[in-house]
């Protein structure tokens, strides 16, 4: 009788873990439905057909370049706007927009009494040091042949010593305004008007690219008459993203494309790295200088800047043709079994030549379709519409 019942509750104990078993088995699977939820099935025949091919995701090398949207901008070393430091009236202008000009070429006259006064009194200080100087000559000449007082050399001497302290002010404030002895003096041709008028130069040679200013205009200081650029270097700024700031230094080299010259490409290197983060797009500013000869790139051309990147740094890197990109989402497919594969959506990173980063929603180790992924989206489209009609 023991015996008998020691078999029955063996039977029960048996029922009840067989029972456990296929209730936690029932539960995994349920599990695996629900977490991948898109599932696209195929025959062996059809993957056959489309030339399906998958690869298992490992971590890869990030060599080449990375590539981000860019626009040139004017090099503000070769950047200079012009105009009048005294207050007065355009009295003519020699210059127009997009003229080539020459670092120290008048580019317009200002006509003004503060002008006459600066250069009055500049002439009159000349003047006098031209004659305490000659007195001063003299009076050394007189004295060292036994003939002159030394109280009267002493004198001359005081009295050009202070010509020339007023000579080297009045000096330093007309060079201040932007002339020069040549523009104080009469002029060749003997025109007395030249003493009242002022000529504003250009700083650098360049292109004039602005003109704010007519004849008879008012100016004064703050006045920017003309703003003249050389475009013989630009630079050229990027936005990458933070995480990826540890992939480029300044002594990264860069290569600017563009869709006006398709065929070429822009030599430069990074000369810049922003020390802040944009707090919407979570980009930083990178600045590089390229050489322009020709003139070819003009600001505000867009373009992409590339940075070459060390084979330092590894990340998931896939085929673009893996990845299908709808509305504001990107994912690819998963191969759970040789003809099962699910959507997978995934956040994708900096670009690589033909390759993509993918920095969330894939490990190493996964198996993904790398090949005959239009398909599998359009069977994907399919099913969806086949659940709406239901």
Known sequence: MKLKLFFILIIFFGILVLFGCGKKDESKKEETHTEQTEIVKLSAESIKQIKLETEIVKLKSFTGYLSVPAKVITNQDNEAQVGSLIQGRVHQIFVKVGDYVKAGQTLLTVEGLDVGAIKAGF?????????????????????????????????????????????????????????????????????????????????????????????????????????????????????????????????????????????????????????????????????????????????????????????????????????????????????????????RVVTTGSSVDDLIEITSGLNQGESIVSKGIFYLKSELKKEELSGDEH
Do not use: C
């Open 123 to 343: 002439l009159k200080a000349k003047a006098t040091l031209d004659y305490s100087k000659a007195t001063f000559e003299r009076q050394k000449k007189l004295f060292d042949d036994k003939i002159g007082s030394q109280k009267a050399l002493l004198e001359s001497q005081a009295e050009y010593e202070k010509a020339l302290a007023e000579y080297k002010a009045e000096d330093k404030r007309i060079h201040s305004v932007g002339l020069n002895d040549e523009d104080v003096t009469m002029g060749k041709d003997g025109d007395e008007h030249t003493s009242g008028t002022l000529p504003v130069k250009s700083h650098l040679d360049g292109i004039v690219i602005e003109r704010n200013v007519v004849v008879g205009q008012f100016v004064d200081a703050s006045t920017n008459a003309f703003k003249v650029i050389n475009t013989n270097t630009v630079w050229i700024d990027g936005q990458i993203y933070e995480k990826d700031l540890a992939k480029i230094n300044n002594k990264t080299s860069a290569v600017f494309t563009t869709m006006t010259y398709p065929n070429e490409k822009f030599i430069g290197r990074i000369i810049y790295t922003g020390q802040t983060v944009d707090e919407q797009s979570r980009t930083i500013t990178v600045r590089g200088e390229f050489s322009n000869p020709d003139n070819k790139l003009k600001p505000q051309m867009f373009g992409d800047l590339k940075f070459s990147i060390g084979s330092e740094v590894k990340s998931i890197l896939l085929p673009v043709e893996a990845l299908v990109k709808d509305a504001d989402q990107s994912y690819l497919f998963i191969s759970i079994n040789d003809t099962t594969f699910g959507k």
